[in-house]
């Protein structure tokens, strides 16, 4: 078959960037090795900035995100005994989403689905050909049979794991790399959300985080060790401990109950250098990863997925310029999305083997932050998302 765009990885980069080129009459097929029940059954983070939000109405899959996501004007941070509200709305005008990324991932596959995209699930030893060539192809086999397709770009949206980035070679790429000595054990559960926004909490005893969902589901986090396992956890000791690392008033009202998800995640900082090579152009977390601590990760999938839409759109109607400056368009707000996910991460998390010193430099930059309106404007820009 031919198309003119091949995507491999039908995640959000994957699904998202088929979408907008479809709407400008860019022919694309996704090649997914999941099957769709299992992209769907997949939990992460639910926080949109307003770009990606503007994004998603723009390209006609806005409506239920609009009536069903909570706007969300603001955050609580809170740390060595200092509480600092940081209003998204007043310092930057902008507000985020919250919506959960399934959600977002559900109804890019309805419209995919109603406007006829191909998408092949359950692709197998997907393999890219030729990518330094003018006629690239990539093989895969689907139920049983060996499939190619032929075509002009390839698109690289198959996250940490996939094939793209490994198949750029290793002379060229440049891989940048910082491991957190931790871990966030994650649940969700059918309690009513400690607050109207989220809570971001720094703690002696490690970071814990109070999201949402919705008015009746919460997600929560807490910083672990990364040899806990997920069964030395029951739902009665992850609330206690929930509740020690929150402030007295919040510990009070936090509503308990049974956990209905439970997973424990690594967190790194990750980047690969440059995003594009031949014909193949990557996306999304083919080519970053970037720690929770901002709820980055979708968002800045999202932007790499905006700036690779407008340089295939104008490449096709016969502009170069734009696919060529690609990479290093997308990598400069990469670079500010991951300092801003690692100074968060780095501001509100223990790190035992660093000692007082650092733990005093946390104190010192939370109590910065609650007296001055240029720190949070700083930390509310980055939050609400960077333009692009
Ligand atoms: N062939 C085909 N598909 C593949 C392959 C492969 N060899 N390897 C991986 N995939 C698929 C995965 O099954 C997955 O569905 O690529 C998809 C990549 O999706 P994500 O990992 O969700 O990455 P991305 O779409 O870039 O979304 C970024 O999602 O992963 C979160 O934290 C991340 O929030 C961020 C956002
Ligand atoms: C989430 O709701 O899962 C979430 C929210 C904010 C974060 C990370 C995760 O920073």
């Known amino acids: ?181 931790f871990g966030w054990l994650g649940i969700l559960a059918h309690t009513p959300p400690v607050a109207d926004e989220l809570v971001y909490s720094g703690h002696e005893r490690g970071f814990a985080l109070c999201s949402m969902r919705n008015a009746n589901l919460s997600r929560h986090y807490l910083q672990v060790p990364l040899t806990d396992k997920v069964e030395d956890w029951s739902d009665e000791a992850f609330w206690a401990e929930l509740k020690r690392r929150l402030p007295p008033h919040l510990a009070e009202i936090l509503v308990t109950g049974p956990s209905i998800e439970k997973s424990i995640a690594p967190l790194r900082s990750f980047i690969s250098e440059p995003m594009s090579w031949g014909r193949i152009y990557l996306a999304g977390d083919a080519a970053h990863i970037v720690p929770p601590t901002g709820a980055k990760g979708l968002n800045l999938a999202a932007s790499d997925v905006w700036y690779l839409s407008r340089a295939l759109i104008a490449q096709f109607a016969g502009d170069g310029q734009l696919l060529q400056d690609y990479s290093a368009t997308a990598l400069a707000r990469v670079w500010k999305a991951s300092r801003f996910s690692w100074s968060m991460t780095r501001m509100l998390h223990e790190f035992p083997a660093e000692g007082e010193f650092l733990a005093r430099m946390q104190a010192a930059e939370v109590d910065y932050l609650a007296h001055s309106e240029a720190a949070q404007t700083a930390l509310a820009e980055n939050y609400v998302g960077l333009p692009y």
Do not use: N, W
């Open 1 to 181: 078959m031919r198309h003119q765009v091949c995507i491999i990885g039908g995640g959000p980069s994957g699904l998202l960037l088929s979408l907008l080129l479809r709407r400008a009459g860019v022919d694309a097929v996704v090649l997914e090795r999941r099957s769709r029940d299992y992209v769907l059954s997949r939990i992460r983070a639910g926080v949109l900035e307003q770009g990606l939000c503007d994004i998603l109405r723009q390209a006609g899959v806005g409506t239920r995100m609009d009536r069903e996501g909570f706007v969300h004007d603001g955050t609580i941070i809170t740390a060595h005994g200092t509480t600092v509200h940081i209003d998204f709305k007043k310092l930057t005008g902008k507000s985020v989403m919250i919506y959960g990324q399934t959600e977002v991932t559900h109804d890019l596959y309805d419209e995919l689905d109603r406007i006829g995209a191909p998408i092949f699930h359950e692709a197998e030893d997907v393999a890219i050909h030729d990518a330094d060539t003018d006629a690239p192809y990539v093989t895969f086999s689907h139920q049983g049979q060996t499939r190619r397709v032929d075509c002009d770009y390839i698109a690289g949206c198959d996250g940490f794991h996939g094939v793209s980035r490994r198949s750029i070679p290793e002379s060229v790429r440049r891989e940048f790399e910082h491991v957190y000595p």
